[in-house]
Every structure is written in C-alpha cells, then in structure tokens.
Nanobody, 122 residues
Framework: QVQLVESGGGLVQPGGSLRLSCAAS????????MGWYRQAPGKERELVAT???????NYADSVKGRFTGSRDNAKNTVYLQMNSLKPEDTAVYYC????????????????WGQGTQVTVSS
C-alpha cells in the first residue's frame, strides 16, 4: 500500500512563500488525482487543491492565485507552492490520493499523509 509523507512546512512571515512536498512510497501514476487539504485549530479539514494525473488543477477560492499544485510522476511526488502567505493560511497541511470524476473530487481515505505544519506569523 502506498504511503504518503508530507514535508516542507515551517514558520514564515506574512507575504512569504513555502513549497510543500508529498512523497509517495510507491507509484502515484495510478492515482487519478492527488489532493491537498489543510486543517486549522478548531476548524474542519478543508480541500485546498487537486491535481489530476494530466496536471489539471483546481483550487479553493481562498488560495486561488496564490497556491500552485504540481506533480512529478517520475519522482512519485506532488507539490504545493504557496506564495503570498497570510496568517489565515496557518494550518496542518495534508496530502491525499483520490480521483476527480466528472469534475467532482473523490478522496480515498486509505491514503493520507501525517501532515506538515505551516505557520504564518510575524
């Protein structure tokens, strides 16, 4: 079974950038899509971005224009480039494998990473 490991989180000032990585222990080529979620303290986990196997991306309105998702199938890794970070982006970020079917994201709960903390603060 494929395991997912996120990295790249940390403390950054408002307006700064971070690039998160999600490395899979096996091939992600077979996954229709990968997703990035985040969960802030006291809030529900929310979907931030999805990246299909063909590179199509979709974003939550709150991050559109600031975050960019990508994937490198050869490295079995997906990325989330986060620019112009805001304090409200502070959360634990998770990657997930799933599928986009008829434009709808379907997560596969068998495949979650452990999360990486992103803190945006001055």
């Amino acid at each position: 079974q494929v395991q997912l490991v996120e990295s790249g989180g940390g403390l950054v000032q408002p307006g700064g950038s971070l690039r998160l990585s999600c490395a899979a222990s096996g091939s992600i080529f077979g996954f229709n899509a990968m997703g990035w979620y985040r969960q802030a303290p006291g809030k529900e986990r929310e979907l931030v971005a999805t990246i299909t196997s063909t590179g199509n991306t979709n974003y939550a309105d709150s991050v559109k224009g600031r975050f960019t998702g990508s994937r490198d199938n050869a490295k079995n890794t997906v990325y989330l480039q986060m620019n112009s970070l805001k304090p409200e982006d502070t959360a634990v970020y998770y990657c997930n494998a799933g599928a986009v079917v008829h434009g709808r994201w379907l997560p596969d709960d068998r495949y979650w990473g452990q999360g990486t903390q992103v803190t945006v603060s001055s």
